[in-house]
């Protein structure tokens, strides 16, 4: 560590490290905005289907609400027939389950709209974390019978083309009387993140571990000793030039005798979304939001994600002659590979974020985040590829099989229909698939335009880093016995 300091030079280059990486800290913070701290909620808004209630001063209508936020803002309530010179005011009460009040909201009836929700905000928030349950009870005061104030009901749910009943046991009470039915209503709040309340603190022992690791491998690399960076940073220093080569031929090979060449990246995916578009919004209604660049959002990071993965795992025996010749560590054949399909990656995002924004995407501060979710994409895929390039010298019938199941991979992955067609009991599990969360993560930027949950960084990180490890473990276990198949 002295020879650091007394070095200029290196002491130089260890400060502007770590002066990036507290850079890209306070971008990271500023980019994600209040998306690190929490996020806007509300139950889902259903459809009115049938009118269940008429009140007036005379009546009350009691129901339950489920899944209460950490904060509650609102409650929306569906109402029709409200006639526009009509007197009197709509009371909502919202209790908890035990009738415990929490807030008393009112609205005058001529300031309601006809047919469509009302919404009653809390004077200040409700900390619901707690409860389960909320109990809203609708009241009016001033409001005759011939007013006709009515309220309606829910009893099944879209899923995409369908409309679907919904199996829950619904009632509410009328004046005291228990019905049969939904009522149809939503809340709206926050949800509250852990990460919002150990962002500095994690991010301060994160930059001096940085710190402390740069400052000893700069250390340990002048006095002659080798550490894990120090290795990597003199493998790319002695290979660069290589994997320039082999990247060039790959990407050069790929193109060969192609009139339009590498424009064949920005063409495939804009008419395979073409093609998907014509079919999904015509053929097969499809209620998704900005359809366009959802499903190109699809395409292009599923369509690298199988093309990086298709040409690493055949790096090992397509190199088979050199790998017998020339010694070199083993991990550049399958890196250039995935590197030579990042640069397509790069080249495909220029008609996705055109698509985007001609579709209406708004420009915003979390774009800045894209990066991250790219990263950690060819982090997973690398790691994929050192798995299967493995498994490819020893059982050459990998490729058939990978052939298969990344087939079987596509269609698990919401490239082309929503999520909300999966049944909710197997929903934990359907988003264990990585690539709904890195795809998931770039449509919440250009879709949404804001920062990804906490939930879907966390999800992208452990993906990419549990595969990169299990890969590079696999490899090296087994990279000295591929000359023995080769």
């Not at 197997?426 to 690539?435: A, D, G, S």
């Amino acid at each position: 560590m002295k020879n650091v300091f007394s070095n200029t030079r290196v002491l130089k280059k260890c400060l502007i490290a770590s002066a990036i990486c507290a850079l890209l800290i306070l971008l990271f913070y500023w980019a994600s905005g209040s998306r690190l701290f929490y996020e806007e909620w509300s139950s889902d808004e259903p459809d009115a289907q049938e009118q269940i209630a008429v009140i007036h001063d005379d009546s009350e209508v009691t129901f339950d609400m489920d899944k209460v936020c950490d904060e509650l803002h609102s409650v929306s309530v569906y109402i029709g027939t409200v006639d526009d010179k009509s007197t009197g005011t709509m009371i909502v009460d919202v209790a908890t389950p035990g009738s415990e009040p929490i807030a008393q909201i009112s609205k005058p009836v001529s300031e309601l709209e006809e047919y469509t929700f009302a919404t009653f905000e809390l004077d200040k928030p409700y900390n619901s974390k707690d409860l389960d349950k909320l109990k809203i009870t609708i009241t009016t005061d001033g409001v005759t019978e011939k007013q006709n104030i009515s309220l309606w009901s829910n009893n099944s749910f879209s899923a995409g083309k369908y409309t679907l009943s919904d199996m829950n046991d619904h009632s509410y009470l009328l004046d005291g009387k228990k019905q049969s039915g939904k009522v149809c209503a939503y809340i709206s709040g926050r949800n509250y993140y852990l990460l919002g309340k150990i962002f500095w603190p994690c991010a301060a022992v994160l930059f001096l571990i940085f710190t402390i690791y740069v400052f000893s491998m700069a250390g340990r690399f002048i006095d002659g000793k080798e550490s894990l960076g120090g290795k990597a940073y003199v493998n790319y220093k002695r290979y660069n030039f290589l994997m320039r080569q082999l990247v060039g031929r790959d990407f050069k090979k790929k193109y060969k005798r192609s009139v339009l060449g590498f424009g064949w990246t920005i063409l495939n995916p804009l008419l395979t979304m073409l093609v998907q578009y014509v079919v999904f919004s015509t053929l097969f209604k499809t209620s998704i939001d900005n359809f366009v660049t959802y499903l190109l959002t699809g395409i292009v990071l599923m369509g690298f994600c199988t093309e990086s993965i298709g040409l690493g795992l055949s790096s090992i025996i397509d190199n088979a002659h050199l790998i017998n010749k020339v010694y070199m560590p083993k991990e550049i054949y399958p890196l250039s590979r995935v590197i030579s399909s990042t640069i397509n990656l790069l080249l495909a995002m220029v008609p996705l974020l055109a698509v985007a924004l001609c579709s209406g995407a708004p420009i915003s501060k979390a774009m800045l985040l894209i990066p991250i979710d790219l990263m950690l994409l060819l982090l997973f895929c690398y790691g994929m590829v050192l798995i299967l390039s493995t498994s490819m010298a020893f059982f050459s019938d990998t490729m058939f099989l990978w052939n298969v199941l990344s087939t079987l991979w596509m269609y698990l992955t919401p490239i082309f229909y929503p999520v909300s067609i999966i049944p909710e009991q197997f929903l934990t599990i359907y988003k264990m698939n990585p690539m709904y969360q890195f795809i998931t993560f770039m449509r919440t930027i250009l879709i949404e335009g804001q920062a990804p949950s906490p939930g879907n960084y966390l999800g992208c990180i452990i993906s990419a880093a549990v595969v990169i490890i299990i890969g590079r473990y696999v490899f090296k276990k087994n990279e000295d016995k591929f000359i023995l198949y080769l």
